[in-house]
């Protein structure tokens, strides 16, 4: 059998037997750049534009990617390949695991997760052993299906039911259908948002993970036998069964059947892939494209160059790469920018079996428009380069050395290297003495368990020896390396805010930890931290309130990426976990031409073409199950960018804080977008869901884009140079236990320099003599510490797990100055059926200090107290305990630790009812106090929540389901700054949803929420600060086929009567930067410039929690309501021949009001209707028409103040199949009243336009290698009384008519037999520019264009093209009757554009 | 009083870490809790009788003695006597084969078992959505060759869902203790068979000039790594007998649609074709029936006269007295 012949087998394999079990293909995103493929036994590596193709030795069945190593699970092992130098290792039976058949594999920050069908491996990064998991360790059984990372918890898919690994206490904890799970054998878990899907044999089990509630749909709902497609659209979640494709709203659980399933020619579903535009699906008989706006559905045929369509087994959507894979060993690929099909066979391009490889990446990515006329560069050009090198070499099976480094030049205007990424690694063999050897960029030191220290970020080297053995009894390890990151730590109290700022920029991702009220977060489900800018925001309101203690841990980057450099398209995009843990999924897609536009938009494309556009980026970003759009478009100048944003200004919108050019789009259905105007550019940004953390999210992404030069622009420096060298030597006498000393050597380089504060006013002192702030200089560190640890395990009762770990260290600072101290620690931690649990403490004496930073709120560490447990008297039963205590030295005004002991302490019990049948209820109560010799205060907090389908009451089983969700809290907070009761503050949060179903067919929805801030003032009476509340409601039923009404109603309220100072003043103390812990030399430091003020630690200090000063000032109160209804009519549902046809009308009003003091200050009115009707048949005639009507009031009078009508026409006519002429005929009219300050004050002076256009567009297949696409405009645009500004300030009057007209002609070349190796186009366009009247411009322009896409392979991937612009202008100089020369601006531009990738 | 749930799903039960026995019968978990010196003791027809018990008291037959002359037919048969596929194999399970395709030899010469017979059984697992089926050998002569010359290539290539994987290095096997062992401790067994659900043994029926026959417990030595020492280095009808213990098939069938009667067990022999095959769960017992096949080496054989059957009828592999088993004879 030849090797191509197997691996056809295998995919062969795939298609027969995999549907049932796992996603096909199995894929994952690569941090770095594109996607990991699984195809039968080979796995693949994805990118814009090469697939590289590796032999996997069996069958694949899922993937993950952590960081720079890719595991794949095999039916044959685990492979762990390293992305960078290609080497594959295999991890087998030999090494623990419990069987060769693993089905799923996922990891978190410790270990990576083998799922198996005898079993679930552990296997330990650090030291690389494993530890098999089964039903006796509480695994439901042992016959595992999946794995899935979800926070901090990893969950299993069992054929008994589910079950996660907390890493808390170290132990499993099942779920099955005694606790609601739909059916028992469960085949694959999705996350959606904070809540885990399972896809059970009954059907898909919906199960919200904090609370533990199960909500089912079951397979019955859709008639269908088996789910084989489950995709995850923001909150929208796509699934294709046996019986046709249906949409599940999880924000309203409305279960609806694809509208236009009878345009589809089979009910199996075999694939669905989304993207904002489109909606890619496949299905056993066609492969199709869904228009999310249009509702067109597109067939592709042999027209597109797509070669087979029928018996398709899965889909990839890899940003504008859609690849539908069939079962032998082929993929037809589609490229969006290109409108083509091309094929692709999986052979193998890649042999990972050889002893020694190695690979060299490059890339230049260059485009640099130059100015004939004004001869020089443009300044927004950009010309980047980045490459790998990396080797790999196999001494053995088991013994492997790889090696890789990364280099990413800057750009034109900042030469240098942006960043270097360097890592080397040998793993050695478990006989061997050598096991481990590594050079890094970013190494972790860490040990084991963490005791005194958490994780130290260093650029080094690590080695270990070890007794040969898969359990050594004894080994060494040495680290060394100079300190790569600083730990900080921050505490805020205060009013609570969208954003919070932390006390430094270029935070390490993924290296922070965020507690409030002493509880431990999650990151991407509770919070956010955009890490650049080092800012911190919770995803639901009801994490935190106005009284919460807020502490944050983390690790600042000393090393971040350098400048940017001039702001391109790409540069805006955020990178890789720079906005929380959000990362770019799928290609960057930039386009340049007309064509790509309407590809990726299609019918969205004319309003930015008709306002100068110039080119757009496209890029995906997903954190976890969520996916943000971002799209940029570069419009060629300001005018025009603010033209479109004004243009799209939506009815219902809500202003982003600190910026003035950015909105958030409230008035859609079930997704959140926001749009922004900087500089030439136009931002959009897509997130289709719409709750609180996709609110949250987007909000973010928009303030990173727009500030990311000034965030990500700059260089943090190096603050500190320091080095450390540590060792540890460890023996293990018995099973479970080692014991360990160790020792760490620490030094600065080069003594501090820290600003002198003035103990008045806690500002910098300055030297008046030289103007300069006061400088303080400390000796250089020399810390040597000593540290002895053990740790024992055992099993515990039936299947439990006590582990107890004891350290005791000694600390000796031989700077001048430094002090000796000492310092122990321990914990017992016990995992069991009925119990699990963590106690911990932590003890040190003054004089201690600590490798990374011991600092407090109130100034560095005594001691520390922590107990966690949770027991259950019976498994429905789980009840929680929490203490946490704190206490430290307080440190004086000038940052010296003073005797004196402050303490926080934070202490709470919860008990959660989670029986079926019964409300899912828990019950907690918890309180906090901070206690120092400046203030005190003591907050108590109560909090209720109730979840229960009240469809279970006897009774009501005529309703389908009626769930309701109720959440209250009350805090209350007593201050005495002065030792003597000053305030009490009061914070009352609700919130009740209830989704009801009477039927499967609808579904109704509410969501109230509400949050009552309260000052208790001196006549001891409660005074409303804040009074904020929101209504969200809609409704939708399918009850009539083919019929879909929805209404939908949102309000917001605010009633604020906080002074602006109250509300803006952020609070919260910083740990010293720049020291090692607070012991002697550790002077305070103000954080950074350009933070909120009120962060410094002086400054702070004596700000206690709650809403700050609170000052009586008039009320301010704003409501934003919305309101809208749509139709949809689908009469195919009626009659199979009428399945083309989709008519949607909508009516929707926005409201907008604000009130001070009683008295409106603001009115905003829009009442908007619209309508798309579809006959979208892809046969001889498509059909597409679009109609918006728009009225805006305002002011006091409500009078109008501008109107909009526009109708969109697309006609597309196919004489013969592959060649359609569409033609578009779209009016427009915008009636609106001039700016009256430009008018002389005339509130009724109306100017309007009136824009005709007519596109006729022919595409032409002539044959395999030429296609044709020409293209005729005609546009006339009517202007009336349009009062504008000149350059120079002045008003100007337009009244004209403009005519533009002209051809276009693309030429497509194809010259090889095949289609994606090699792509040549040349492109060519003249307009006319004439008209008449004031304000009329009389120009010509044209256009040339050539390019090409090369692939050699996956060797070499060229996209270059060349374009030539020209304007020239007719009426030179100044037209009569004009101020100034701003009708027509002579254009001679020449743009070179290259993209090479080259991977040997 | 029994239950007959346990027989529903023939379940996998490990004892976990490196000396997991992997048992895929439903009875033998009564028999993990029994130890060997209990068994040998003389609780032999205690213990038998609850386990046979369960058998009968589902009605389901020891052995399925199907008579015909097209393999996939007589393989449906099989199935459909001993109450479907589904009683062996549940959706999702990762199921292994092992045929006999060790000889280079072609099919006619009796010294592997019909490619027909196991492309009918691999279809019938993922027709029960098997997650995987893999079919194991380890070859005595060169592994492509031995499937290519026995015709198992041709016919699997019709089905490339199942995969076929030939055992060809150490590091393809498993140390593993074999718990209750008399002459055999320990053996290096295939990996992928004990990483198996459900495995289902599917021998020729063949003459063996040192074992006497080779059918469903000679045919395990095609997964172990060290098969010389059998041969040199034990009691080689213990060691077999032994390989028992460790290796425990769902389900044994000897194709007996061809039989090699002399000259075994590669042949080229005298060779006979008894269109007919021997099914059953318990190994043992299965054997034991399997020797009224045919006249191998010229003899009509019984338990007595093939010690590793015999050995292993003691070791609590399955009744060997064929007088005292439930057969079903169908013809397909």
């Known amino acids: 059998m030849t090797r191509r012949a197997a691996i056809a087998a295998a995919l062969l394999a795939c298609a027969y037997a995999a549907p049932a079990w796992a996603r096909i293909p199995p894929l994952a995103v690569d941090p770095v750049e594109g996607m990991w493929i699984g195809g039968g036994e080979v796995f693949i590596y994805q990118t814009q534009g090469r697939w590289s193709v590796f032999p996997a030795g069996a069958n694949v069945n899922k993937m993950t990617v952590d960081a720079q190593i890719v595991w794949v699970a095999t039916d044959d092992g685990v492979i762990r390949f390293d992305s960078q130098s290609r080497r594959a290792t295999r991890i087998t039976m030999d090494d623990g695991l419990p069987s060769q058949v693993v089905t799923a594999v996922a990891f978190d920050d410790q270990f990576v997760w083998f799922a198996t069908n005898k079993g679930v491996a552990r296997y330990r990064k650090l030291d690389r052993t494993i530890r098999v998991y089964t039903e006796k360790d509480g695994l439901p059984s042992k016959v595992v299906n999946d794995a899935l990372t979800v926070g901090r918890q990893v969950w299993f898919a069992t054929r008994e039911g589910i079950a996660y690994y907390s890493p808390e206490v170290d132990g499993l904890r099942g779920f099955g259908e005694a606790d609601g799970l739909a059916g028992a054998d469960v085949a694959e878990l999705y996350q959606v948002a904070d809540e885990l899907w399972c896809r059970t044999d009954a059907g898909l089990s919906r199960f919200r993970i904090v609370q533990r509630v199960f909500t089912n749909f079951s397979l019955a709902m859709m008639k269908a036998q088996q789910v084989r497609v489950f995709t995850v659209d923001g909150t929208t979640l796509w699934i294709g069964t046996d019986n046709g494709l249906f949409t599940l709203n999880d924000a309203d659980d409305s279960l609806l059947r694809f509208p236009q399933q009878g345009a589809l020619h089979s009910l199996n579903i075999t694939g669905v892939e989304v993207d904002p535009s489109y909606v890619y699906i496949t299905t056993d008989k066609e492969v199709a494209q869904y228009n999310r706006l249009t509702q067109f559905i597109r067939f592709f045929t042999i027209t597109d160059n797509l070669t087979r369509q029928d018996g398709s087994i899965g889909t990839v959507l890899n940003g504008t790469q859609w690849a539908v894979m069939f079962d032998d060993s082929t993929a037809q690929v589609y490229d969006v920018n290109l409108d083509h099909f091309v094929e692709r066979k999986l052979g193998l391009t890649e042999n990972n079996e050889r002893k020694t490889t190695g690979h060299i990446f490059g890339r230049v990515n260059s485009q640099t428009p130059y100015d004939f006329k004004a001869h020089q560069f443009d300044p927004n050009r950009y010309d980047t380069a980045d490459g790998n090198l990396s080797f790999g070499h196999s001494f053995s099976d088991d013994r492997n050395l790889s090696a890789s480094a990364r280099l990413d030049y800057g750009t034109l205007e900042t030469k240098g290297i942006r960043t270097l990424q360097y890592n080397g690694e040998y793993m050695g063999a478990q006989s061997d003495v050598l096991r481990d050897a590594r050079v890094q960029d970013q190494l972790k030191y860490q040990t084991v368990e963490e005791g005194l220290d958490r994780p130290l970020l260093l650029q080094g080297a690590y080695a270990k020896v070890a007794t040969p053995g898969a359990e050594p009894k004894a080994s060494l390890a040495v680290t060394g390396g100079f300190r790569r990151g600083e730990l900080v730590r921050d505490f805020i109290t205060g009013p609570r805010q969208t954003t919070y700022q932390l006390s430094r920029k270029y935070i390490v991702p993924a290296s922070e930890r965020v507690y409030v009220d002493g509880v431990q977060l999650t990151s991407g489900t509770d919070y956010t931290i955009v890490y650049t800018a080092g800012q911190l925001s919770f995803l639901t309101p009801e994490t935190i309130d106005d009284l919460s203690v807020i502490w944050v841990e983390y690790e600042a980057d000393l090393m971040p990426v350098k400048n940017l450099g001039s702001l391109s398209l790409l540069d805006l995009l955020p990178a890789d976990n720079e906005v929380g843990t959000w990362v770019q999924t799928g290609g960057v897609s930039l386009i340049t031409d007309q064509t790509g536009l309407y590809n990726r938009i299609d019918g969205a494309a004319p309003k930015y073409i008709d306002r100068g556009w110039v080119s757009s980026v496209y890029v995906n970003y997903s954190q976890g199950s969520r996916t943000i759009q971002v799209a940029i478009h570069d419009m060629g100048n300001q005018t025009y960018a603010q033209a479109i944003y004004n243009f799209a200004l939506p009815a219902a919108r809500m202003d982003i804080p600190g910026l003035s050019n950015a909105v958030v789009d409230m008035g859609l259905t079930s997704a959140y977008a926001a749009y922004a105007f900087l500089d030439h550019f136009y931002i959009e940004i897509n997130i289709s869901a719409k709750d609180d953390p996709s609110l949250t999210s987007i909000k973010l992404f928009m303030n990173e884009i727009v500030n990311r030069k000034s965030q990500a622009g700059a260089n943090s420096g190096d603050p500190f140079k320091q080095w450390m060298v540590a060792a540890r030597a460890a023996t293990s006498p018995v099973h479970g236990m080692e014991v360990g000393v160790r020792a760490v050597d620490m030094q600065n380089t080069g003594g501090q320099r820290t600003p002198v504060l003035d103990p008045l006013t806690g500002q910098p002192m300055i030297d008046p003599s030289t103007g300069a702030p006061v400088q303080k200089a400390t000796p250089p560190l020399r810390l040597l510490t000593g540290a002895a640890d053990a740790r024992y395990q055992r099993g515990f009762g039936q299947g439990g797990l006590l582990t107890g770990y004891g350290e005791f260290a000694g600390s000796d600072r031989l700077d001048a100055g430094g002090s000796n101290g000492w310092a122990g620690t321990g914990f017992v931690r016990l995992s069991s059926s009925k119990l699990e649990g963590i106690v911990s403490g932590r003890k040190e004496s003054q004089g201690f200090t600590a490798l990374g930073n011991d600092s407090t709120r109130f100034g560095k560490l005594d001691d520390e107290l922590r107990v966690s447990a949770t027991g259950y008297p019976v498994a429905w039963l789980p009840t929680t305990v929490f203490f946490d205590r704190q206490r430290s030295w307080v440190e004086d005004a000038g940052g010296n630790v003073s005797d004196n002991i402050g303490t926080i302490q934070h202490a709470m019990a919860r008990v959660q009812l989670n029986k079926k049948g019964l409300p899912m209820t828990s019950l907690q109560l918890s309180s906090a106090i901070l206690d120092n010799p400046n203030f005190k205060t003591n907050r108590v907090q109560a909090v209720g929540q109730m979840d229960y389908d009240l469809a279970q009451i006897p009774g009501l089983g005529f309703i389908k389901r009626f769930t309701v969700r109720g959440l209250y809290s009350i805090s209350q907070a007593e201050t005495d700054p002065t030792g003597k009761a000053s305030y009490l503050d009061r914070v009352q949060q609700s919130r009740l949803e209830g989704r009801f179903s009477p039927t499967n067919t609808e579904s109704i929805y509410a969501l109230f929420r509400s949050r009552l801030l309260e000052r208790e003032d001196p006549s001891e009476s409660f005074v409303r600060s804040v009074l904020h509340w929101e209504l969200y409601s809609g409704a939708k039923s399918t009850i009539i086929p083919g019929i879909v009404p929805t209404v939908n109603y949102t309000a917001i309220y605010d009633d604020n009567r906080l002074s602006t100072q109250s509300t803006s003043t952020s609070t919260g103390t910083s740990t010293p930067a720049g020291t090692v812990g607070s012991a002697a030399g550790g002077t305070p430091v103000l954080a950074p410039t350009g933070l909120a003020t009120g962060m410094g630690p002086n400054a702070t200090a004596m700000t206690p929690v709650g809403p700050g000063i609170v000052t009586l000032v008039p009320p301010t109160r704003t409501i934003q309501a919305t309101i809208g209804g749509g139709l949809g009519i689908y009469p195919g549902q009626w009659a199979k021949l009428l399945s083309p046809a989709a008519i949607q009308p909508t009516v929707s009003i926005a409201d907008n009001e604000t009130a001070v003091d009683k008295e409106k200050t603001q009115y905003n009115r829009i009442y908007r209707f619209d309508n798309r009707a579809v006959w979208a048949s892809g046969a001889k005639l498509d059909l597409e028409l679009y109609q918006l009507h728009q009225v805006s009031v305002t002011a006091q009078d409500h009078h109008e103040n501008a109107i909009q009508t526009l109708l969109q026409n697309r006609i597309v006519y196919r004489p013969v199949y592959y060649s359609p002429i569409t033609l578009r005929l779209n009016y427009q009219d915008t009636r609106s009243l001039n700016d009256a300050t430009l008018v002389g004050g005339a509130t009724d002076s109306w100017a309007d336009q009136i824009l005709y256009q007519g596109v006729l567009q022919w595409l032409m297949r002539w044959n395999r290698v030429l296609t044709t696409l020409s293209t005729y405009t005609f546009d006339i645009t009517d202007t009336s009384n349009f009062v504008s500004k000149d350059p120079n300030g002045l008003p100007i009057t337009y009244d004209n008519r403009q005519y533009q007209t002209g051809p276009e002609i693309e030429f497509r070349f194809y010259p090889l037999q095949e289609a994606a190796a090699l792509y040549l186009y040349e492109r060519d366009g003249v307009f006319r520019w004439f008209g008449h009247g004031q304000g009329a411009s009389s120009s010509i322009s044209y256009y040339v264009a050539v390019g090409s896409i090369w692939r050699l392979g996956d060797k070499v991937y060229l996209d270059g093209g060349v374009q030539y612009d020209a304007l020239h202008c007719l009426l030179p100089g100044c037209p009569a009757g004009y101020t100034s020369t701003m009708a027509c601006a002579t254009v001679s531009r020449i743009t070179p554009r290259l993209y090479l990738t080259v991977n040997l | ?332």
């Open chain 2, 1 to 332: 009083m029994v239950n007959a749930s346990l027989l529903v799903r023939p379940r996998s039960v490990g004892s976990g870490g490196n000396t997991a026995v992997t048992r895929f019968h439903t009875e033998e978990q009564s028999m993990t809790a029994i130890s060997r010196r209990t068994f040998v003791g003389g609780s032999l027809a205690a213990v038998a009788a609850l386990r046979y018990g369960r058998a009968f008291a589902a009605g389901e037959p020891d052995i399925v003695d199907v008579q015909g002359s097209d393999p996939q037919k007589m393989i449906a048969a099989v199935f459909a006597a001993l109450g479907g596929i589904g009683k062996f194999v549940k959706k999702g399970d990762f199921v292994v084969i092992k045929p006999n395709a060790a000889f280079a030899n072609p099919a006619e010469w009796g010294s592997t078992t019909h490619p027909q017979t196991v492309l009918a059984v691999a279809k019938a697992c993922l027709d029960a959505k098997a997650k995987g089926v893999m079919i194991l050998e380890f070859p005595q002569a060169k592994g492509e060759m031995c499937l290519k010359r026995c015709g198992l290539m041709e016919a699997m290539a019709t089905l490339p869902a199942a995969k076929v994987k030939l055992l060809v290095a150490a590091s393809d096997f498993q140390k593993t203790e074999v718990k209750g062992g008399v002459s055999l401790k320990t053996a290096d067994v295939a990996k992928n068979l004990l990483s198996a659900d459900v495995f289902i043994n599917l021998p020729a029926a063949k003459a063996h000039y040192q074992a006497g026959v080779s059918l469903g417990l000679k045919n395990h030595m095609g997964l172990v790594f060290d098969r010389q020492i059998f041969h040199t280095g034990l009691d080689l009808h213990q060691a077999i007998a032994d390989l028992g213990l460790v290796i425990r098939p769902s389900l044994t069938i000897i194709d007996g649609t061809r039989a090699l009667l002399t000259n075994g067990p590669a042949g080229p022999g005298d060779t006979a074709t008894p269109g007919r095959m021997v099914a059953g769960r318990r190994i043992a017992s299965v054997d034991a029936y399997g020797l009224t096949l045919a006249k191998f080496n010229n003899k009509n054989m019984t338990p007595a006269d093939v010690r590793h059957i015999e050995l292993a009828g003691k070791l609590g592999l399955g009744e060997i007295d064929i007088a005292k088993l439930k057969v079903k004879k169908v013809s397909a």
